[in-house]
């Protein structure tokens, strides 16, 4: 394979070669070892000020790494304590709440737990494991609180096993695409090089090598294979700085060919903050019942159970309810015994579905407006307690979904709330797709269907959201996202609300604009030095100049480009 740097080796070579020659020959005229030694200086420097651009880019995305840590509480010196993911060895006892991640392989100590492993093996049906049975690394708890013993640390699990396959795959392209660079520009360089030495034959074989020398000292690839890391590095930088944490190198390639943008609706179109509007109890024992609702929900990071935790938690003199085989069903509810008893906590359409129409009848006969979201309560198979449930739209959503519409963007919503709460949102936006009652496997379906046509960027917060994530083009995790949409996106809005995402597409544009830029003055340059070269106008002394420069105005052209059309990104 080629490599980008055959030109100028072969060009201090040369000069080192030349040197020598006229130093035998006492032509101290013609010597180039101070030319060369500056040279290598000048290149070194150079590229040292690029690597800390990537550098100081690296250190941006640490910070927001280090503020939305990934913890996993491990039992330590006899108490539970919250370590990063990097801190667990094997044999540590972890213990996971319902919809945690499990950052490294493990055995399950506890008797029996759900697991979600869609984004490991795609298996979308959620696995039952018993006491002793192995856990992938990246399984997503869909039950209670378990206990797992960790079986190798977080850098020789299959989960970065597989990312390391995937990004080792991204680096061989890239690497096939600057060999095919390379060797383009060395073809290239060798032409205009023997070009020159045949131009200048007549005048002398050391002239004639001087010339020839000069071309392979002149001539900066760098500055074209750099021109992408470099105004990508800028974007990182500036992304970060406004709390955005782009996760994967791909983000600014596959936004320029992104032109559909699919929402996810509560806790990303909505603050996710729901108000009880409609409350209908029908069983005798509240006291108990929201004891039970109050331990189950506490075993779920969804919107609204967080409400209902809230609502029900009060000081409870009495003893706690038993808790037992809590399942946590993404896109439908939660359910367990309590004090033997079955109790179920989900959606309207998913209790018809589960336990029958009762509920439906209900809603029906009290005449509960459907453009609420409706959340049903039954105990041992039969209703309990509905409750219907409004959430407001986060201001700026609206003018952000008008403008992505009107820039020609198909936007769409996928969520699990019932159709007609959708439709309401929807139909205030002409041109928006409104897609209610999805259940999480039936929004990765449609992602994937989606990103066949054309590429998508889903931007999603929870549990149900994690399929659709990973499966998008590009995935951004938006509000309060839970572990699982954290680990699975390639952005994380972090303390920025989802409105944020047009200036990200402008961030993303002016990215482009630098890079555009950077090729175009390279290749300029190479073009113009060339010329200078072969035409005597410029010796092997001041290629070793310009030849550094060249490089150093990548950085400053993307740098200058970004600040310059901070308009159109500034958050």
Excluded at 34 to 55: C, E, K, P, W
Excluded at 314 to 320: H, L, N, S, Y
Excluded at 391 to 402: A, C, F, Q, S, Y
Aim: charged share 20%.
């Amino acid at each position: 394979m080629f490599h980008l740097d055959i030109p100028i080796t072969i060009g201090i070579l040369g000069g080192e070669l030349l040197s020598v020659y006229n130093l035998l020959n006492r032509n101290y005229a013609g010597l180039y070892f101070d030319t060369i030694g500056m040279l290598v200086f000048f290149l070194l420097a150079g590229r040292f000020v690029q690597a800390r651009s990537v550098h100081r880019a690296m250190e941006q995305c640490r910070r927001l790494m280090a503020e939305v840590p990934e913890l996993t509480e491990a039992f330590r010196e006899g108490r539970w304590v919250n370590l990063v993911s990097e801190d667990i060895v094997a044999d540590d006892l972890l213990r996971l709440h319902s919809g945690d991640v499990l950052p490294v392989d493990g055995e399950l100590v506890s008797d029996v737990s759900t697991w979600n492993m869609q984004v490991i093996s795609g298996e979308s049906k959620p696995l039952r494991l018993r006491q002793g049975e192995s856990i992938p690394a990246g399984s997503i708890n869909m039950g209670g609180l378990v206990e797992v013993k960790a079986a190798t640390t977080i850098f020789d699990g299959s989960l970065v096993k597989m990312e390391q396959a995937a990004d080792k795959e991204t680096e061989h392209q890239l690497e096939i695409q600057n060999s095919h660079l390379a060797g383009w520009f060395t073809l290239v360089t060798l032409s205009v090089a023997g070009l020159g030495v045949a131009l200048w034959w007549q005048h002398g074989l050391v002239e004639a090598f001087k010339v020839g020398l000069t071309v392979f000292v002149v001539a900066c690839p760098c500055a074209l294979a750099l021109a992408r890391p470099t105004a990508d590095a800028f974007g990182v930088i500036r992304a970060s700085e406004k709390n955005i944490w782009i996760k994967k190198d791909h983000f600014f390639r596959r936004m320029e060919t992104i032109r559909h943008i699919v929402f996810d609706k509560t806790g990303v179109l909505t603050y996710g903050e729901p108000e009880i509007v409609t409350r209908i109890d029908l069983y005798s024992d509240q006291a108990w019942l929201e004891r039970a609702i109050y331990q189950l929900e506490s075993h779920s990071d969804h919107m609204v159970a967080a409400l209902l935790t809230r609502l029900f938690n009060r000081e409870v003199t009495e003893p706690e309810n038993t808790l037992q085989d809590v399942e946590i069903l993404p896109g439908q509810g939660i359910r367990g015994r309590v004090d033997g008893r079955e109790v179920w906590v989900g959606s309207l359409d998913a209790y018809s579905e589960v336990i029958g129409p009762e509920a439906a009848e209900l809603v029906q006969k009290k005449g509960i407006s459907l453009e609420q979201n409706i959340v049903t309560v039954g105990v041992d198979g039969k209703l309990a307690l509905v409750l219907g449930l409004t959430d407001k739209v986060i201001e700026g959503v609206p003018e952000l979904l008008d403008s992505l519409l009107s820039k020609g963007y198909r936007v769409s919503i996928f969520s699990g709330d019932r159709q007609e709460v959708v439709d309401k949102i929807a139909a205030r936006h002409p041109g928006l797709t409104g897609m209610g009652n999805m259940k999480p496997q039936e929004k990765l379906s449609a992602i994937r269907e989606q990103s066949q046509a054309e590429p998508v960027l889903m931007v999603g917060d929870g549990l149900n959201d994690m399929g659709a994530l990973a499966a998008a083009d590009i995935g951004i995790a938006a509000g309060q996202a839970a572990p699982s949409a954290l680990r699975y996106a390639d952005v994380v809005f972090h303390g920025t609300r989802v409105t944020s995402i047009f200036q990200l597409i402008g961030l993303a544009k002016t990215v482009k604009k630098a890079i555009i830029s950077n090729i175009s003055v390279s290749l300029c340059y190479n073009a113009a030095s060339f010329y200078l070269a072969i035409t005597g106008v410029i010796g092997p002394l001041v290629a070793a100049i310009l030849m550094p420069l060249s490089s150093l105005s990548v950085i400053g052209i993307s740098a200058w480009k970004i600040r310059r059309n901070r308009k159109t990104w500034e958050f």
